[in-house]
């Protein structure tokens, strides 16, 4: 990277340290199929020092993990505290199950308005720690094989500089690499001691999504986050001139918030983990990425078509994995969202106890989970949430933030028939709906 697009990147990332509002309530419990540790700040010199905590969710019935799947947060006391709930998501869970991967979810304890370059360049004291986690976690869980498994890194904000910036210190082990508003770090920051950071060969071969939101610069080139396009524009286009496997999607509708971005990261996400996790769980070398079913578009958007109808220079064009990833990708970057045709798995292990219902779900992949239907004697009674809620993306029965994260308390799978008479016996159904508005099969409660 040249020094002007050095500089640009260093302005952009200056103002990532306050990015993310509010602040979520303390962290939920993690017990099985959770686990959970916790480190103390540190005042010794390379150590990190804000406190951390990692929450995994391990995938029930899974006897060896393939991969772990790390959600990161960005900048801020209250995106450090939305990264308490990430192991949680529903949907990000179901993305976990599908490829028996761990869902890690980092918490750092920085303080409003402290310096995030102290976190989220790795080599400042998260990475040694992320290593130590990822050891004790193994242990603690009962899967040894955590600890060298590889990852598919998301993140957002200071989170997307973590994780590019741990794509270039451990290509070897990364199958994918998801950044949200946020590029690695290439220039030391607020008087930190670290040098440049070069791209090693091996990161060209790990698929990467640069993803961010046309207010960052793209249509709105005034403002708080205006120059976070100047920075990842030409990051975009010198990787991928260099062989990377690089694309870009712009949200046409969002700023520094995620939006729907999930909706296109965990398809993307899904292919790449399909083509690179080792066949055998517990593996550690990753296969390389398939380039001959790619798709390309213009830089920065455009048609897509498979890579050898590709008229133009493929090296200045946005690399996409596959055919299904490809038109997502274009929906994406035309309205800001991704269509689903397709319907959630119904609920199981529906209970009723009283007058009181309970059942379990898995979200969708493609779409997540917006809510129940509830219905009694064949005619719909109620939906949970009762109305939807939430201010960012679709409404979703977790009430998705602005880190993407679960907003706290975590909503409840059950349901009080407050107009039950207790002579009469009711028969319940649930179907679970996801955020495009599809309804499951239903689920009868047991007898």
Known sequence: MNINHARLLASALALLATAAPGAPAPLPPAAAPYARVRYAPSTTAGELVYGVSYTAWLPPGVTTLRGVIVHQHGCGEGACKAGQTAAFDLHWQALARKHACALLGPSYEQPEKADCGLWCDPRNGSEQKFLQALDELAAKSGHPELARVPWALWGHSGGACWVGTMLMLQPDRVVAAWLRSGLPRFVPRDGSNQPPLAIPAAAYAVPVM?????????????????????????FCKEFRATGGLIGVAIDPNSSHDCGNSR??????????????????????????????????????????????????????????????????????????????????????????????????????????????????????????????????????????????????????????????????????????????????????AAP
Request: charged share 20%.
């Open 210 to 234: 640069c993803n961010l939101g046309a207010l960052e610069g793209v249509t709105v080139t005034t403002g708080r986050f205006a120059r976070l396009w100047q920075a990842i524009e030409p």
């Open 263 to 444: 909706y296109l990261a965990i398809p993307w996400l899904d292919a790449c983990l399909a083509a690179r996790l080792p066949d055998k769980a517990g593996d550690a070398a990753l296969k390389p990425m398939p380039t001959a079913g790619a798709w390309l578009a213009p830089f920065p958007g455009g048609v897509v078509q498979p890579a050898a109808q590709f008229a133009g220079d493929a090296k200045t064009a946005v690399w996409l994995p596959n055919e299904r990833v490809a038109k997502a990708w274009y929906e994406y970057m035309k309205n800001g969202n991704v269509s689903d045709p397709t319907p959630p798995p119904a609920p199981t292990r529906v209970q009723l106890a009283g007058n009181e219902l309970t059942w379990d779900a898995e979200a969708d992949l493609e779409s997540g989970l917006a809510g129940f239907i509830i219905a009694r004697d064949g005619a719909e009674l109620a939906r949970v949430p009762a109305k939807p809620a939430g201010s960012i993306g679709r409404r979703i029965f977790q009430h998705n933030g602005y880190s993407d994260t679960p907003t706290p308390p975590l909503a409840a799978m059950r349901f009080t028939d407050a107009t039950a008479t207790h002579s009469a016996k009711h028969r319940y159904e649930v179907f679970a709906v996801n955020s495009a508005g599809l309804k499951s099969k239903p689920a009868q």
